[in-house]
């Protein structure tokens, strides 16, 4: 009997157009709604194909269901104001022109034009994602979601049929309200600490933060993550910066275990100086209770920090925004996860994950998209099987989906994972029967399936087992 396909998604957004619509008077209360799906129609495709916008949904509850989701991580983002306040201004030509790229709701971006408290946001963030609809009946079958709290409910809701288990996690730690001086609101460091620890008191705290993101948070730098609209919107301040002081003691509240659940670290967006002070921290600091290392939705450049280069003519994406292979190594010897984002922007060299006009008249072909998502998964496989450490246990699926990206050919939603996981399959097998460089008996006598079964699912499976922790007991799984 063949094996029903499921996956696990490390970072996406079912909650982020659906939270800004509700802000939408008169709206339509579909959209409103976590199932709400608009799938792709060749007007919409076009549109992606031509100017990289996405129109339609990718992550929403009933696409998921339908696609074969079944651990998800629902990322919580209060959008920073610096994508609202612009060049085009802080009034009702640049709401427009930002909700056209983002599909957020107009009545959504002056809201955040206008508020100067992320926390507040966040919290009422949550509270809509939590009361959200739980159930919904899809092709005459009943499809559910459930926040999980702890292994326990995990483990109970693996075990169920049209189930989908979800953990939260967050987006910027600027929810804690800083990065907001440029908005006549002053950082405090008491204000940051005491929002982390009601964080960590919610129901359903969050696993792991994002701790950077797109604009500068008074905590440590980011990396350039808005090239496409460079022009439209300014990053600067604060970027390719390190770790303040205030961003110091916020690791180490997020990080601790005596004011409930550790809240783990997500390094991506961080910017490389940010990313090599955290790993001397972690050295220096939790060298006897080393927390996992985790990258939400990355990817790697395919470079060594000490041989680092500008190389158009590579096939990754050559950039500090992705990782290096000693991050690699890092995050591998943490038991951390690697997940990858399924982002053109980011997976490849661009010239290689160009969508064409053609691609539209193509019946859903998944082999590009396999091709970029299987260099990634060799390349983090290797740069641990060079260390003696097992490299089939690191790579998952991160796919930032309905979080504004431009997805992969081919693979528009989460319904194409499993057209995705047919092509993967073919590159595994020529991969493990053909040449290559692996040298530690577990990475060589693995099979083509286990290698795709652990990246769908069992990587981020086996990951929980290990550090979710019991928020009762303080003792892990």
């Known amino acids: 009997m063949q094996t029903k396909f499921q996956f696990a998604d490390l970072h996406c957004h079912p909650n982020l157009k659906t939270y800004g619509h509700s802000f939408s008077i008169g709206n339509r209360s579909e959209k409103q709604c976590v199932w709400y799906r608009k799938p792709p129609s060749f007007y919409t495709k076009l549109l992606n194909v031509v100017f990289g916008v996405t129109k339609f949904s990718q992550a929403d509850f009933s696409t998921l269901s339908k696609g074969g989701a079944k651990i998800i991580f629902t990322s919580l983002y209060p959008f920073e104001k610096g994508f609202f306040i612009n060049k085009a201004g802080k009034g009702q030509l640049s709401a427009w022109l930002s909700n056209l790229i983002t599909d957020i709701g107009y009545q959504r971006v002056r809201n955040l034009q206008s508020h100067t408290d992320y926390y507040k946001d966040l919290e009422k963030e949550y509270y809509f994602f939590k009361n959200s609809r739980k159930s919904f009946n899809i092709n005459g079958q009943e499809y559910r979601w459930k926040l999980i709290a702890n292994h326990n409910e995990l483990n109970n809701s693996l075990l169920g049929d049209n189930e989908i288990a979800v953990i939260l996690s967050i987006e910027g730690a600027h929810v804690f309200n800083s990065g907001l001086s440029e908005y006549g609101r002053t950082t405090s460091e008491q204000e940051v600490i005491n929002n982390i620890r009601k964080i960590k008191n919610w129901d359903y705290p969050p696993f792991f933060i994002t701790f950077a993101h797109n604009f500068n948070n008074d905590l440590c730098g980011h990396a350039e993550s808005l090239d496409p609209i460079k022009y439209f919107v300014n990053q600067k301040k604060g970027m390719h910066t390190g770790f303040t002081k205030l961003g110091v003691k916020a690791l180490h509240e997020l990080l601790s275990d005596k004011n409930g659940r550790p809240i783990y670290i997500d390094i991506k967006h961080m910017s490389l ?51 290096y292979d000693e991050e690699i190594v890092e995050i591998g010897s943490s038991n951390g996860l690697f997940a990858i984002q399924f982002d053109t922007r980011r997976i490849a060299n661009p010239k290689l994950v160009r969508k064409s006009l053609k691609s539209l008249f193509l019946k859903n072909d998944t082999s590009l998209a396999a091709e970029v998502i299987w260099q990634q998964i060799r390349h983090i496989a290797e740069v641990l099987d060079k260390k003696g450490l097992f490299g089939w ?85």
């Not at 680092?308 to 990782?323: A, E, M, V």
């Not at 399936?449 to 069992?458: A, P, T």
């Open 393 to 477: 246990g690191t790579a998952c699926i991160g796919s930032d989906y309905d979080g504004t990206i431009n997805p992969l050919p081919g693979v528009w939603t989460a319904e194409y994972y499993e057209s995705l996981q047919e092509h993967l399959l073919l590159k595994a097998s020529d991969y493990i029967k053909g040449q290559h460089s692996l040298t530690v008996k577990e990475n060589t006598i693995i099979s083509p399936e286990e290698i795709l079964s652990r990246f769908f699912l069992d990587n981020t499976k086996k990951f929980l087992e290990r550090f979710y922790y019991d928020p009762d007991t303080m003792d892990t799984k």
């Open 273 to 323: 100086k940010s990313r090599q002070r955290y790993f001397e921290i972690l050295q220096s600091d939790y060298s006897q209770n080393r927390p996992p290392t985790i990258v939400s939705h990355g990817a790697v450049n395919g470079q060594t920090l000490s041989n680092r280069s500008k190389n158009d003519h590579h096939i990754f994406y050559s950039t500090d925004i992705n990782f």
